[in-house]
């Protein structure tokens, strides 16, 4: 395991902090007073973020096995954040799961208390990793595309949010580095593939995507196709909702992240999620599968 390093650490540019006497972690039903905080966070190197939360429990146990992560009998891995219903939070070894349910906004909410909470315990040389879905763009369904640059719903390279009464941009940078250490995680006998490509990150599933299924939809077929071939030609090879909270977040508090998401269609050929359910399990699973292999390079696990 990396050990301390000053450098590396988490930090949280948030100069206020500083003053807070104890930070209540209102959607992670924690404090920073409570017991064994510092025993949660700060050997943390890698969490893994998904939309659901149900899954959590699941992802935590998949990586305690494969990481051999010795969880003694009748000690199932428990949800840490059990006081509120928000969100859930496990922790396996080195590794924390947390759901951050659909859109930036859910995802800035849950990523603000888990930096400052790495940030308390002085977690350092930290990995942050979206495990998620997404729409793709003239890819076979089931592959894994890792977002080289979210964009938002116009192409652009930054998050643009309210604050104070004023439109304020924020740069959302992921890390290319780590980016390349997963591109060689694939193994010759994969039976998908893993590629780098721009990422949408709409404000939502429907009319955000360009989809023509929505309740409301103001388009035709053709202005839907001439945006995702412009998309395309820009370079972007998937949709979703959540990239640039973590290109934002994560880059200004000292850590690394990627977003690796699965593709659930092409949706130059539709708009319809028409897979089964078993298949869709299948694809889903491919994201962790692909952190997984990194994780044991990190932490030196055969
Ligand atoms: C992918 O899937 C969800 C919408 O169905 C959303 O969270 C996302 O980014
Ligand atoms: N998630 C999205 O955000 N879009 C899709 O098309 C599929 C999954």
């Known amino acids: 395991m990396g050990d301390y ?52 429990g699941y992802l935590a146990q998949y990586v305690a096995d494969e990481l051999k992560i010795d969880i003694p009998a009748g000690c199932a891995l428990t949800n840490i954040s059990h006081q509120t219903d928000r969100y859930v939070m496990f922790k396996a070894g080195p590794v924390l ?5 659909i859109g930036v906004n859910s995802t800035m909410v849950v990523l603000h208390e888990v930096i400052k909470a790495l940030h308390y315990s002085q977690a350092s040389d930290v990995h942050v990793f979206r495990v998620g879905t997404s729409g793709g763009l003239g890819l076979e369904p089931g592959t894994v595309v890792l977002t080289s640059e979210a964009l938002d719903g116009c192409l652009r390279n930054f998050l643009e949010v309210p604050i104070l009464g004023e439109m304020v941009k924020k740069p959302s940078k992921l890390d290319g580095q780590l980016n390349n250490k997963l591109l060689q995680c694939a193994l010759k006998d994969d039976d998908f593939q893993i590629i780098l490509g721009k990422t949408i990150c709409a404000w939502d599933f429907y009319e955000g995507q360009g989809r023509l299924d929505g309740a409301v939809c103001e388009y035709d077929e053709e202005k839907k196709m001439n945006f995702l071939k412009k998309a395309y030609d820009f370079g972007v090879r998937n949709l979703e909702m959540e990239a640039l909270a973590f290109g934002y977040l994560c880059s200004q508090a000292n850590i690394s992240s990627a977003v690796v998401c699965c593709t659930y269609l092409d949706r130059f050929k539709g708009d319809q999620v028409t897979a089964s359910h078993e298949t869709l399990a299948k694809w889903q699973d491919r994201p962790i599968r692909v952190v997984v292999r990194y994780m044991k390079q990190y932490l030196n696990i055969r």
């Open 97 to 101: 799961c947390v759901n951050h349910g």
């Open 5 to 56: 390093d000053e450098e590396k650490r988490v930090k949280a540019p948030n100069k206020n902090l500083s003053s807070l006497d104890v930070d209540i972690f209102h959607h992670l039903g924690i404090n920073s007073k409570c017991k064994h905080f510092n025993n949660i966070f700060s050997d943390i190197k890698f969490v893994c973020m998904g939309g659901s939360h149900k899954r959590m």
